[in-house]
């Protein structure tokens, strides 16, 4: 992993730490639009630009690209919560390719991947196990 990554990782996770604050704080719309734009960067500086530009405007995944924006635009201009609402619903449609790998990397923690591996939970991640992750 090189240092750009490195930053990108980091710049992603500061992203949702001040998005979680900003919801905390009664939809701060400052910390949630300042975690949006730390997120947006740590995307692109992690798969990269020409990646990031290819993931967001790929066919498959317009309608997340556009309720995740749509969303941010509401969260700037003073309405948190409906901003909120849709930047979820565009997050869930845009990462949905990925939870099949977050599935695998959960069952493998070695305390929490015990909870994971029991066969209710397991039956449900096995569901999604096939997908190919989009980027």
Same mark, same amino acid.
């Given at each position: 992993?090189?240092d750009?990554?490195k930053i %990108?990782? #980091? =710049? $992603? %996770?500061?992203?949702v730490f001040?998005s !979680?604050? #900003?919801?905390i704080f009664f939809? &701060?719309?400052?910390?949630?639009?300042?975690?949006?734009? =730390?997120? !947006?960067? +740590?995307v692109a500086? $992690?798969? +990269?630009?020409k990646s990031?530009?290819?993931?967001?405007s790929?066919r498959?995944?317009?309608?997340g690209t556009?309720s995740f924006?749509v #969303?941010f635009f509401?969260?700037? /201009?003073?309405w948190?919560?409906?901003g909120m609402i849709?930047?979820a619903y565009?997050?869930v449609v845009?990462?949905?390719?990925?939870?099949p $790998?977050l599935?695998v990397? =959960?069952?493998? /923690?070695p /305390?929490? %991947?015990w909870?994971?591996?029991?066969?209710?939970i397991?039956s !449900? !991640? &096995?569901?999604?196990?096939g997908?190919?992750?989009?980027?």
């Amino acid at each position: 992993m090189n240092d750009r990554k490195k930053i %990108g990782l #980091g =710049l $992603t %996770g500061f992203g949702v730490f001040f998005s !979680f604050l #900003g919801i905390i704080f009664f939809f &701060d719309k400052g910390l949630i639009a300042m975690g949006n734009i =730390l997120f !947006f960067s +740590g995307v692109a500086l $992690t798969i +990269g630009l020409k990646s990031s530009l290819q993931f967001f405007s790929k066919r498959s995944n317009f309608k997340g690209t556009i309720s995740f924006g749509v #969303g941010f635009f509401l969260v700037i /201009i003073g309405w948190p919560i409906l901003g909120m609402i849709l930047e979820a619903y565009g997050f869930v449609v845009l990462f949905s390719g990925f939870w099949p $790998t977050l599935a695998v990397f =959960l069952q493998k /923690i070695p /305390i929490l %991947g015990w909870i994971f591996q029991q066969p209710y939970i397991r039956s !449900f !991640f &096995d569901r999604y196990r096939g997908k190919r992750v989009p980027v």
